[in-house]
């Protein structure tokens, strides 16, 4: 029977021993925290992005969705969708108004309010959450009043859910009250004022949030951050929610049909009218459209035509870009300039137009208007000379070539100048210039 040495078993206890220790203390991998960026307006194609992100978060078991967030405000249906899965998400969510000179205006104050963690960057601002009608139609004082009772009870209720300031919250809806990042973390509204991402994750870390199902502990510190972007179709109709896109969507618009009209068959220029409209119909049924923006528009469009075919040295071209100018200046009615034609657009669209049918659609029109400078239609008006005696028929000679004449007047000598009132087929109708002899 073979035996070992004491030494050798205390060694072998130890190796063990220390084996075990090591893979004990080894630490576990820290779940991730997801960041996307939200900004621009609320609108369908963000709601999209979040629920998309939301659900990455749960595949990827991330510890924290974090929504960097930069909005004038939006749509209340894309708003309520994405206040309804950040309420009954199991995954915490933290929305974090940045960069220094963003905000969370009208529907980025419910998103604020109603993450599990609230922060701000230095240089933010919050709030003018008063609900406006998303068609641009006037409202009656009492619809109006039960929308903005449905959206502070609203704003109030999710507010108190999450242990904020209810009673601010509903101001910023009932009267558009707005606040700088100090007063919103004086006033509870947010939970904390932090430079940057990473001072925040730090500053959480350790955090206790209460979600539906559990109560979880938050790691931050060390956590690896994971970025999702939207996809390629989000970040379309993003753009197609922005003013000014829309203007300049609705002139190419404009510019493609007039352009089909006058060259029929050309078929470029009416495809990309076309589609040119089509999406500037989707971005009007997502932004507060105002009717009489829309209205000075057409009048606009009716003014440049009616100078086109009828000139008035100018005055009716004045008229429709003035019309113009304002049109796209009242197309959308919002507080927020973000939520409106920009003055360099707007002034940048009415020039162009307006040489455009000044210069571009007069001279078309005027083109196919003039006489026509070749062929038989040609002759029509034309000065000829008579080669035999016109009684009532003869010839005559017109541009290198004999040509068989008529007339319904006074005999024609040979020789005498004729003028060609028109053409009977081959025949040329004529009668004598006057004057000539």
Known sequence: MLRFPARRWLAVLLFATGTVMVFAQKPAEVPPVIVMRMEGVIAPPNAEYFSRTLRI????????LVVELDTPGGLMNSMEQIVK??????????????PAGAKAGSAGVFITVAAHIAAMAPGTSIGAAHPVPAGGEEMSRTMEKKVVNYAASYIRSIAEQ?????????????????????????????????????ALLQQIDGRTVKLPQRTVTLRTREAPIQRSE??????LLQVLVNPNVLAILGILALYGLIAEIQNPGAIFPGVIGAISLLLMLYGFSVLPVSWAGIALL?????????DAFAPSHGVLTLGGAISMLLGLLLLFESPDPALRVSWVVALTLTGLTSLFFAFIVAAGVRAQRARRVTGMEAMAGAV???????????????DGAYWNAVTAGESIKAGERV???RMDGLTAVVRKEEGSG
């Open 162 to 198: 999450r242990g904020r300031n209810a009673d601010w919250a509903e101001k910023a809806v009932r009267e558009s009250a707005a606040i700088s990042e100090k007063q919103a973390l004086e006033k509870r509204v947010v939970d904390m004022v932090v430079p940057n991402l990473n």
């Open 85 to 98: 899965e950040m309420l009954s998400s199991e995954v915490p969510v933290a929305v974090y108004v940045s």
């Open 230 to 235: 939207m996809v390629l179709r989000e970040k």
């Open 384 to 398: 000829a000379v008579a080669r035999t005696d016109i009684a009532p028929r003869g010839k005559i000679f017109y």
């Open 57 to 64: 978060a749960r595949e990827r078991g991330a510890q924290l």
């Open 298 to 306: 057409i009048l606009a469009v009716i003014l440049f035509v009616a």
């Open 419 to 421: 003028v060609i009132e």
